[in-house]
């Protein structure tokens, strides 16, 4: 089957339809609730406050996560993907009503953590579902498209969100009625995923079959990283991408400060403006990861592709020391170009390698590992970072990291980064259905 029957594919557009609205969802709400607490003159955060909130929000799934994750390999991956979307909708409801209600930070982000939880684990399962509805020829194709469209909705939520906040006002009230544009769009996306049929997403043999959910649940953990540990290609990978997740926690911290603190000139200027234009030139690098991964990784192999785009991670963060319009923005869009190819890789590599029995396991275990990394890494430069958010250690700091990322991924096992080949991943999958 060639690459464009695969895009005209039904189960493949359906999917993507879900991805697109679920993205839309975490896009529109993400974008409300920061602009609600770091932009609301009702409330005022410091860089410790802000690490805190990160916490809050990420900290507790990462932790149940490997957990939940067992729920995509035990029950039908289409009927979580309806309830977890009723359940995130439901959960944005309770922020907006918190965030009406003049309720301190800490209240407003303990009910923003289910939707974050929600979120995450619909992602996972949108991943975990992926190779069921596209070919591994084309499976990076695939990614490349569903994750590019997803930063664009990402985007296009904070859209959203920005034009309601515009409507209904900055302050606490206009802030929760905001928020609800993100219940409408998981409303969307639950109501897309449940027209599949049963069991059309896998797992087809699911982990822990004859067993009770909460046996699968218990044990989450343990396959997941198992499952890990036998396949390099996905280890060595993952930490790529969680050298990058500890870089972006970094900036993400500096950059909220930066903006609040200083004018940085157009087109950036300050506040909610420059976030905004940051944050769409990010974009506009991951749409070029989507380009030139594909083809980077079958003329490259993942190793170069992965090596490469940390050195250019490590320029990126110099480029960040003048502190100009010119230079922020060209680091920004070489970072989303960074932080795409790296997950794209990852991506292919979890769903290449991994089993399907314990495939949507591996996703919620480097889900978890990763949000832990994003948090611990903005706690860190929230105990060094000034007030008004510029450090030049922090950029130091993180060119160094991508470095020593790069190096590692070089020094490992060229065949062991590269992957098994699908019939390796095939035989394996028998073995584990005739245990």
Excluded at 320 to 327: C, V
Aim: aromatic share 6%; hydrophobic share 55%; with cysteine.
């Amino acid at each position: 089957m060639s690459f464009w029957e695969q895009v005209k594919s039904p189960g493949l557009l359906r999917l993507l339809g879900v991805r697109v609205l679920s993205q839309l969802s975490d896009g529109s709400f993400q974008a409300a609730l920061a602009f609600s607490i770091l932009f609301n003159p009702d409330r005022h955060t410091d860089p410790l406050a802000i690490a805190g909130g990160f916490a809050v929000l990420l900290l507790p799934y990462s932790v149940l996560g490997p957990f939940a994750g067992a729920m995509l390999d035990h029950w039908d991956r289409r009927r979580v993907l309806v309830w977890v979307n009723v359940l995130r909708a439901l959960a944005i409801v309770l922020v907006a009503i918190t965030m009406s209600s003049d309720v301190p930070d800490t209240a407003v982000l303990l009910a923003a953590l289910m939707v974050t939880g929600c979120s995450r684990f619909v992602s996972s399962g949108l991943s975990a579902g992926l190779p069921h509805v596209a070919k591994p020829s084309v499976i990076i194709e695939m990614n490349a498209v569903f994750t590019t469209l997803g930063a664009g909705m990402l985007a296009a939520g904070a859209a959203v969100s920005t034009v309601l906040r515009m409507i209904f006002g900055a302050d606490n009230g206009g802030s929760g009625a905001t928020l609800l544009a993100g219940s409408v769009f998981a409303l969307a996306s639950g109501a897309l995923a449940s027209t599949f049929a049963a069991r059309r997403l896998g797992p087809e043999r699911p982990d822990g079959a004859g067993r009770s959910a909460l046996y699968s649940v218990g044990h989450g953990l343990s396959h997941g990283a198992r499952a890990v540990a036998r396949h390099p290609s996905v280890g060595i990978v993952l930490s790529a991408i969680g050298v990058h997740r500890i870089v972006f926690g970094m900036n993400t911290l500096m950059l909220l400060l930066v903006v609040r603190s200083f004018d940085i000139g157009g087109p950036l200027g300050k506040d909610v403006q420059a976030m905004s234009v940051i944050g769409g030139v990010v974009a506009v690098g991951a749409l070029l990861a989507a380009i030139s991964t594909p083809w980077a990784v079958h003329r490259f192999g993942r190793r170069r592709t992965v090596v490469t785009l940390l050195c250019v991670g490590a320029l990126a963060e110099i480029l960040l020391w003048p502190l100009t319009a010119s230079t922020v923005l060209v680091a920004a869009l070489l970072l989303g170009l960074v932080g795409q190819t790296v997950k794209l890789c990852g991506d292919v590599a979890m769903q290449c390698d991994i089993p399907d029995s314990y495939r949507g396991q591996v996703f919620a275990v480097q889900d978890a590992v990763f949000n832990s990394a994003f948090v611990s890494a903005i706690f860190v430069a929230a105990l060094m970072i000034p007030a008004d958010g510029f450090s030049v250690p922090l950029i130091v700091a993180g060119s160094v990291l991508y470095l020593a990322g790069a190096v590692f991924v070089w020094q490992s096992d060229p065949v062991a980064v590269e992957g098994p080949s699908r019939h390796a991943v095939d035989r394996e999958e028998r073995i584990l259905d005739l245990h």
